[in-house]
């Protein structure tokens, strides 16, 4: 339990802004998206075929594989524990024991259990209602919710819920850093809102996009050595001209 007893607070790290001349020179976010979606094409990439699994994958997928959540989820099917009511029914130990593949199974049956008991104390379990509000409402309720952090909220109102909430993860932070758009250490929501306030509010296209960040992080911009000789982007961006040209150097 948190200890509310009165603590010296720590000093605030300041975050430095990007610089004007630094934003002069960044590419628009229509022009990343436009280079990474003719590289590499529609990525048509949905994490499950209903909403109930898209929440509870979006739990789940917190510091895990997908591959691994979906062992997961179909250890929870094979013991027919696949809709809110068999959720909250069972014990937390054998919910765990059913999520190991997850990682951190303990924490996240936990998660689970709090996200279908809100489902089913304020919803009576009617999934769609609770994913058919506003999208400010939705992802406002969804940040109320024991586990669910701001990523995990985006995850479930963009891919359950259809809304035009965009994700950022890791692999977004590292390209728009390389980019010269924003700072890694940017709070979540500063970060989020270059694409919310510079894009069209289209649920299809804020899916798009994350795909294509998340294929060309794994593929080009890797976090220690980014391949950045014949990448898509290099054009636009200044670490990897920094790179070439350093590796082009006598």
């Known amino acids: 339990m948190r200890n509310n007893a009165a603590t010296t607070p720590r000093p605030t790290r300041r975050i430095a802004p990007i610089s004007r001349a630094a934003r002069r020179n960044t590419p628009p976010l229509r022009e990343v998206y436009g280079r990474l979606y003719a590289t590499y094409g529609p990525q048509w990439w949905w994490l499950a075929d209903s909403s109930f699994e898209v929440c509870l994958g979006a ?18 099917r094979r013991a027919g524990l ?3 009511g068999a959720l909250r029914a069972a014990p937390r130990d054998t919910l765990a024991a059913l999520l190991y593949p997850c990682g951190y199974f303990n924490a996240k049956a936990r998660k689970v259990k709090a996200f279908v008991e809100h489902l089913g104390e304020r919803w009576s379990d009617d999934l ?3 994913l058919h509000q506003p999208a400010d409402v939705l992802r ?8 669910i952090g701001p990523e995990t909220a985006d995850d479930i109102a963009l891919h359950a819920a259809g809304q035009p909430s965009f994700v950022v ?8 850093a390389r980019l010269g758009l ?9 970060t989020r809102a270059l694409f919310m306030e510079r894009l069209p509010h289209d649920p299809t296209l ?16 890797l976090k220690r050595a980014p391949r950045c000789e014949g990448c898509c982007l290099q054009p636009l961006c200044p670490a990897g001209q920094a790179s070439i040209g350093k590796r082009g150097a006598p």
């Open 140 to 147: 406002s309720e969804l940040l109320g919710i024991y586990g």
């Open 128 to 130: 769609d209602a609770f």
């Open 206 to 221: 804020f899916n798009e996009y994350h795909a294509l960040i998340v294929r060309h992080g794994k593929e080009r911009c």
């Open 82 to 84: 696949f809709s809110p």
């Open 59 to 76: 739990i789940l997928t917190q510091g895990a594989a997908w591959s691994n959540v979906e062992k997961g989820l179909e250890n929870l």
């Open 169 to 176: 993860d890791a692999y977004t932070r590292r390209l728009l």
């Open 182 to 190: 924003a700072d890694e250490r940017w709070p979540y929501d500063r």
